[in-house]
C-alpha cells in the first residue's frame, strides 16, 4: 500500500493538513498520538484562535478530535523514527514497520527543551531515540530510558524483556504501571558521559553506569530523523509553499519555524498539502505522458 501523502504529526500543523487533504480526496496516512499534542492540551486559554474567544487547549482539542472524526481521519497512534527519500517514494520507518508514501508532510512540532549535554555527542554510540528499533543491540545490557512522555512506558516495558536491567527517569509524573522488573528513579538528567561509547549518566543526584541510553520525547530533531534534510537549529529550512530541501517533503508548524501558534501551524499545514498535491499532479501527468510516448 502506497500513501498519497504520509502527515508526521498529530497537532494543530498535521491535522490541518489532513483535512485538507481529505476533502482533496487523497489517500493519507497520519501518524501521531490520540492526545492529538501534549502543547495543545496543556494551554489553560487560548484567546487567539480565530472565530473561539477563550477556549481552554483540552476543549480545543475535543473539537480537533470532533472535526477529524466526522472526516473518517484515523490517527495511526505510531512514532516515525526515521524517513528514507527513495526516490519516487518515501519509506517511513516507525519501530520495525515500514510505511511508503508519494509525499510527506513533516509537522512533528518542535522540542521547547534544550538537548542533554552529551546527547548529541554519543547519538549513535550509545544514546538512541527508539527503544523498540535498537533493543537488541542492547541484550543482557544496562540500559536507562529517560522517558518524557507515557509512550516511553510501552519502549521501556519492551526493552525490560530484552536488556538485563532497565532503569526508568520520567521527567513527568509518572502514574502508569512498568513492568515490576524495571528501577525508577525520580531525578533530574544532567549529562551523558562516556569514551568512545556513551557509559554514564548523571544525574542531579546520582549517577547511572549504563551500557546505552534512550531518550523518548514528544519530537525527535528532524535532522536526525531524515538524512540530508537541512535544518536551521531546531527548524526545518522552507521556502514559502513549504517545500524542504528533498522533493515531495513538505513541512508545517512549530518544526517550520517562529513564531509558534495554532493558527500560524495549521494555515502552513494546508499550505504544505496543497503543495504536496500539485507536486502528486505534476509526477501524474508526467507518468502519463511517458507511457504514451
Ligand atoms: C502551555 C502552552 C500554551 C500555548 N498557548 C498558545 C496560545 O494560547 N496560542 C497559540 O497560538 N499558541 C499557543 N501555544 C503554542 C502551540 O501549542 C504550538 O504553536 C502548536 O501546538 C504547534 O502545532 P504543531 O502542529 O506544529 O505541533 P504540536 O502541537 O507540537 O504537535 C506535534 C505532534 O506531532 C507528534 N509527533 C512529533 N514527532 C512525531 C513522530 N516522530 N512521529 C509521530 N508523531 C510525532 C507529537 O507527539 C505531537 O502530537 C502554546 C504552547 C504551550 C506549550
Do not use: W
Not at 39 to 52: C, E, M
Amino acid at each position: 500500500m502506497r500513501y498519497d501523502i504520509a502527515i508526521v504529526g498529530s497537532g494543530p500543523a498535521g491535522l490541518a493538513a489532513a483535512i485538507n487533504a481529505k476533502i482533496r480526496n487523497k489517500n493519507i496516512i497520519v501518524f501521531g498520538n490520540d492526545n492529538i499534542s501534549a502543547k495543545l492540551v496543556k494551554a489553560p486559554s487560548i484567546d487567539n484562535y480565530l472565530g473561539i474567544n477563550s477556549i481552554s487547549g483540552l476543549n480545543l482539542k475535543n473539537k480537533f478530535k470532533e472535526h477529524i472524526d466526522d472526516m473518517g481521519i484515523e490517527i495511526t497512534e505510531k512514532r516515525v523514527n526515521n524517513i528514507y527519500s527513495m526516490g519516487e517514494y518515501f519509506a517511513i520507518a516507525s519501530g520495525d514497520d515500514i510505511y511508503e508514501a508519494t509525499t510527506v508532510v513533516l509537522a512533528t512540532g518542535v522540542e521547547y527543551g534544550r538537548m542533554l549535554k552529551g546527547e548529541e555527542e554519543f547519538l549513535g554510540k550509545g544514546v538512541g531515540y527508539c527503544a523498540t528499533c535498537d533493543a537488541m543491540l542492547y541484550k543482557n545490557k544496562d540500559v536507562a530510558i529517560i522517558g518524557h512522555n507515557h509512550e516511553a512506558e510501552e519502549e521501556a516495558n519492551f526493552l525490560s524483556e530484552i536488556a538485563k536491567s532497565v532503569t526508568y527517569i520520567p521527567t513527568y509524573k509518572l502514574e502508569s504501571k512498568l513492568n515490576d522488573s524495571i528501577n525508577i528513579i525520580e531525578d533530574r538528567p544532567v549529562e551523558i558521559k562516556g569514551d568512545q561509547l556513551a557509559n554514564k549518566l548523571v544525574l542531579k543526584n546520582s549517577e547511572l553506569d549504563i551500557d546505552g541510553i534512550f531518550i523518548i520525547k514528544d519530537s525527535v530533531s528532524p535532522k536526525y530523523m531524515v538524512p540530508g534534510l537541512e535544518v536551521e537549529g531546531p527548524h526545518i529550512k522552507c521556502d514559502k509553499d513549504m517545500n524542504t530541501n528533498i522533493e515531495g517533503l513538505y513541512v508545517a508548524g512549530d518544526c517550520a519555524g517562529k513564531p509558534y501558534q495554532y493558527l500560524k501551524s495549521a494555515g502552513q499545514g494546508q499550505i504544505a498539502v496543497s503543495s504536496a498535491i500539485s507536486y502528486l499532479d505534476k509526477k501524474r501527468i508526467k507518468e502519463k505522458t511517458l507511457l504514451n510516448a
